[in-house]
């Protein structure tokens, strides 16, 4: 059996995933653009962590520019979520593509998906 060993990262390794807070009236939206897997939770996790620190109103995932959403991601945004509910606050997800559906559903958060109306607001 043959063991392959992966190069490390370059010097200039990059995350493939960038996030913008912004507030849209009471709540503030996150929006994800590129792959949240684990290569990226550290990336993910400041962000979640930056908007528990503001502390007030409820919370939206934007998913629009999502590439690609992996078990280990949504296990975070599910200890987000609980971390929310412990501060009367809300968490839902906007515009998931059908596979970041799935893995919500996986996770147990899909319940938290804004109707497609919702997400004009």
């Given at each position: 059996m043959a063991i392959s060993e992966l190069p490390p990262f370059a010097s200039g390794f990059r995350p493939s995933l960038s996030t913008e807070l912004c507030a849209q009236g009471a709540r503030t939206v996150i929006v994800l653009r590129g792959e949240a897997d684990v290569s990226t939770t550290a990336v993910l996790s400041d962000a979640l962590s930056r908007v528990i620190a503001i502390d007030a109103g409820d919370v939206v995932i934007d998913l629009a520019a999502l590439a690609f959403l992996d078990s280990c991601s949504g296990r975070l945004f599910a200890g987000f979520a609980d971390l929310l509910a412990h501060d009367d606050r809300v968490l839902t997800f906007r515009s998931p593509s059908r596979l970041a559906g799935r893995v919500l559903d996986l996770v147990g958060l899909?319940?938290?998906?804004?109707?497609?109306?919702?997400?004009r607001r």
């Open positions: 899909a319940a938290l998906i804004e109707a497609p109306e919702q997400a």
